[in-house]
C-alpha cells in the first residue's frame, strides 16, 4: 500500500509539473541568454578546413553580418538570411510571444477596476545576429584535394528577390541563392520551408561545369555564445547546452565546459547534433542514411560551435550533385520532435523526474490520440 501511495504521489507531482510547464510555455517569461565575460562579436570568424571542415579560427576580425539580408515569413517562422554563406540569422517563432495575453486575468483587473499590466507579445527569437546573444545557422561545402573551391559559409551568394513570404493557400516556400565561380562550378543553396512545420530542408545542387571531377563534403553548424536558463527553478533545473546524437551512444550531453575541455569528434551513421534551452531547441539533422562526422569546438570570444560533416561526393564533369540536410528549430513538443528525427524528444528534459515521466508522458499520449483533448487526458 505504501508503494502505491508513492507512484500516486509522484505521479501527481509529474503531473503537475506538466501543467506548469504548458502554463509557463504560454503565460510565463521565456529565459533569456546569459554571455560570459568576454568580448562579444557580432559574427563568426571560423572557416572550415578543407581537409576537415570543423571550425578553425582565422586570423582576422570577425566580419559583420551583412546588411542586405533576405526576409522570410511563414506562418510560424520570421527570419533573415544573411546572402553571406546563406546563414539563418534573427529567426522569431511568431505562435510563441514572450508572454501571452490573459483573458481571465484581464476580466479579472476589469472587476476590481484595473487596469491589466501590459505584456510583451513580441515573438521569441531563437537565431540572433546581435553581439550578446549571438546563435546563428551556418552551413556550406569544402572542397577536396584540387578541387575547384566550393562555398563556405562566408561565400556572397547571389538571390532573385530580397523577400519571401508563404502566401495564404501556399503550402511550401522555396528560397534558392546562387554561386558561381571561373572554374565552372554552381552551386544553388535552396532553403524549403513547409506551412505549420519547424523543420527548414536545405540543399547544396552542384553543377559541375569545371571539366574536370569534382569532389568535396557538406557541414552544418549552429554557432552560439553561451545560454543559460534563468527562468528556472531550484526544484527542476533543465538543460541547456549541447547535445549529439548518434547510433552507438544515442543522446549525450555535451556542455559548454566539455567543449573548452577538448573538441569532440565522433563518426555516426545518420544521427544529429543540436543546441537546447529549457522550452525550444535547435538541431542540424542530416540524412539518416548517411555516414556524418560530428563535431564541437570552443572559439574564442565565448562562442561554442556544435556541428557534423558528410563524407566526400564526387560529381563528374557536366554532372550534377545534391548534398542535403534538415534543420528543426522550435518548441520541444514530443509528438512532433518523435516524426522529425530518431532521439530528437529526449530533448524535453525532466530532471531527474525522467523516469516517471515517460510512462506517464506515454500514457497521456494515448489518451490524447483517442479523445483529442490534453485537459482531459490529464485529469
Known amino acids: 500500500m505504501d508503494n502505491i501511495r508513492f507512484v500516486l504521489v509522484m505521479a501527481m507531482l509529474m503531473i503537475s509539473y506538466m501543467l506548469w510547464e504548458s502554463w509557463q510555455i504560454d503565460y510565463g517569461p521565456k529565459p533569456q541568454a546569459i554571455v560570459s565575460d568576454t568580448p562579444s562579436v557580432a559574427g563568426s570568424n571560423e572557416t572550415a578546413s578543407s581537409a576537415n571542415p570543423s571550425p578553425t579560427e582565422a586570423s582576422q576580425p570577425a566580419d559583420q553580418p551583412s546588411s542586405h539580408v533576405i526576409t522570410v515569413k511563414t506562418d510560424v517562422f520570421a527570419l533573415e538570411i544573411d546572402p553571406e554563406g546563406g546563414t539563418l540569422r534573427n529567426l522569431d517563432l511568431l505562435q510563441y510571444p514572450h508572454e501571452k495575453e490573459n483573458t481571465y486575468v484581464n476580466k479579472a483587473y ?206 563528374q564533369p557536366a554532372g550534377e550533385g545534391v548534398f542535403s540536410a534538415q534543420m528543426f528549430v522550435g518548441p520541444k513538443i514530443q509528438p512532433m520532435m518523435e516524426a522529425v528525427a530518431p532521439g530528437l524528444e529526449l530533448t524535453v528534459d525532466y530532471s531527474w523526474l525522467t523516469i516517471i515521466a515517460k510512462p506517464i508522458y506515454w500514457m497521456l499520449n494515448q489518451i490524447y490520440d483517442y479523445i483529442g483533448n490534453w485537459g482531459v487526458a490529464i485529469l
Open 110 to 315: 476589469e472587476l476590481i477596476g484595473m487596469q491589466a499590466p501590459q505584456r510583451d507579445l513580441s515573438p521569441i527569437r531563437l537565431f540572433d545576429s546581435s553581439p550578446d546573444k549571438l546563435f546563428l545557422a551556418q552551413s556550406g561545402l569544402v572542397a577536396s584535394g584540387d578541387s575547384a573551391s566550393a562555398p563556405d559559409h562566408h561565400a556572397k551568394y547571389n538571390s532573385e528577390k530580397t523577400s519571401y513570404q508563404l502566401q495564404e493557400g501556399q503550402e511550401e516556400l522555396n528560397v534558392p541563392l546562387t554561386w558561381t565561380n571561373e572554374q565552372g562550378l554552381r552551386i544553388t543553396k535552396t532553403f524549403t520551408f513547409k506551412r505549420g512545420s519547424y523543420t527548414v530542408d536545405v540543399a547544396h545542387k552542384v553543377s559541375n561545369q569545371s571539366g574536370k571531377p569534382w569532389t568535396g563534403r557538406q557541414y552544418n553548424q549552429l554557432l552560439r555564445v553561451e545560454h543559460s536558463d534563468k527562468s528556472g527553478n531550484n526544484f527542476i533545473r533543465t538543460y541547456s547546452g549541447g547535445v549529439v546524437y548518434t547510433q552507438k551512444d544515442k543522446y549525450q550531453k555535451v556542455k559548454y565546459d566539455d567543449m573548452v575541455d577538448g573538441n569532440l569528434d565522433v563518426a555516426s551513421q545518420g544521427g544529429w547534433s543540436a543546441f537546447i534551452q529549457h522550452y525550444f531547441a535547435s538541431a542540424w539533422i542530416p540524412p539518416a542514411e548517411q555516414e556524418n562526422h560530428f563535431y564541437t569546438k570552443a572559439l574564442n570570444e565565448g562562442r561554442f560551435v556544435i556541428g557534423s560533416y558528410s563524407q566526400d561526393v564526387s560529381v
